[in-house]
């Protein structure tokens, strides 16, 4: 089935452009833009030393949203990457409310899909010729399993490919940077997950946990990956595991379930603000070694099985041709 699209218009500062998924069914965006028309993209100074461009996805909610404003009110320029638009237009004027809307932009893009997410890298790298920080916050926990309009399961499409694809592409504007770093949020160092060569995008049996956990050790190989391929790049690799934090973790959940997991996260998920804290740390200060692993505080070996260069290497083969295959639906 043909993907199709539309554009709409949205007040003075936005455009979305959407597509239905093959199903017929899902209405999803594309690609969107929805930026402060006052934003210069090149960063000037403030407060005494160089103005920093961070770009997170997932930056209009949970910790990408408090890393944003964190960074804003510090002076730094930041580029939020999201799908929803009425959160990108709340960032928005939350920037404007720290006197921070020239510094602020927000881009809706689809980054399950391998097209638009290459398309973004390409919109970055001709408006931010450096990049100092990008963070990857997108994720969306699928109840059900679910494709994307190129074919791809939506887990590894979004959670695995598209960090995949921006550390590829974006990887000569962050080497620009003094002190560039990527932190790649997901589950590191837990012991949950593999991941099943056989059937990586859960054709034959989809469970979401599962789906969430492999994800999370190929997060872990995407690292491996990178340093192994890019051996003399100073950009620094950091794998984050923020463990249980109040994000809007119910929110993909029907009632009473969802009910359920709002009470736990309330009781015992530990707040954003605190959250981001050690996240901000390897922002500012990035991590000596090429490849880092840390829940919260506590740092991860990354020499263990988990981390195997044969099965990085695997991973991106993999990667790369589901992008050709991707691109050619």
């Given at each position: 089935m043909r993907r199709s699209t539309s554009v709409a218009v949205h007040k003075d500062r936005s455009c979305a452009v959407t597509g239905t998924d093959r199903s017929g069914d899902i209405d999803v965006p594309s690609f969107a833009v929805l930026t402060v028309s006052r934003r210069s993209s090149v960063p000037a100074s403030g407060r005494g030393r160089p103005v920093r461009t961070l770009v997170i996805t997932g930056g209009t909610q949970g910790i990408g949203r408090a890393l944003a404003l964190h960074y804003l009110s510090r002076g730094d320029q930041v580029i939020a990457v999201g799908t929803n638009q009425v959160?990108?237009?709340?960032?928005?004027?939350?920037?404007d409310r720290l006197s921070a809307g020239d510094r602020c932009s927000f881009l809706s893009a689809d980054l399950s899909s391998p097209t638009m997410t290459i398309r973004l890298a390409d919109r970055l790298r001709t408006e931010h010729p450096r990049i100092d920080a990008l963070v990857f916050g997108a994720f969306r926990y699928q109840t059900k399993r679910q494709e994307t309009a190129e074919g791809i399961e939506r887990t590894l499409a979004l959670y695995v490919l598209s960090r995949y694809l921006l550390a590829e592409e974006l990887r000569t504007t962050l080497e620009r940077a003094p002190h560039p770093v990527i932190v790649n949020l997901c589950g590191t160092g837990s012991r949950a997950g593999r991941l099943r060569w056989d059937d990586l995008q859960l054709r034959r049996r989809y469970r979401p946990f599962a789906a969430t956990m492999q994800g999370a050790r190929a997060n872990d190989l995407l690292g491996v990956a990178f340093t192994v391929e890019h051996p003399d790049s100073p950009v620094r690799y950091v794998l984050h595991n923020p463990l249980f934090v109040n994000t809007g973790l119910a929110e993909p959940f029907r009632q009473p379930t969802?009910?359920?997991?709002?009470?736990?996260?309330?009781l015992f998920a530990a707040p954003v603000d605190r959250a981001i804290q050690p996240i901000v740390e390897r922002i500012d200060t990035p991590p000596e070694p090429a490849l880092s692993a840390f829940q919260a505080r506590r740092p991860i070996d990354v020499t263990g099985p988990g981390f195997d260069p044969g099965a990085a290497r695997r991973l991106t083969i993999t990667l790369r041709n589901l992008t050709i295959n991707g691109a050619a639906a």
């Open positions: 959160k990108g237009e709340a960032l928005l004027t939350e920037a969802r009910t359920a997991v709002s009470i736990i996260a309330k």
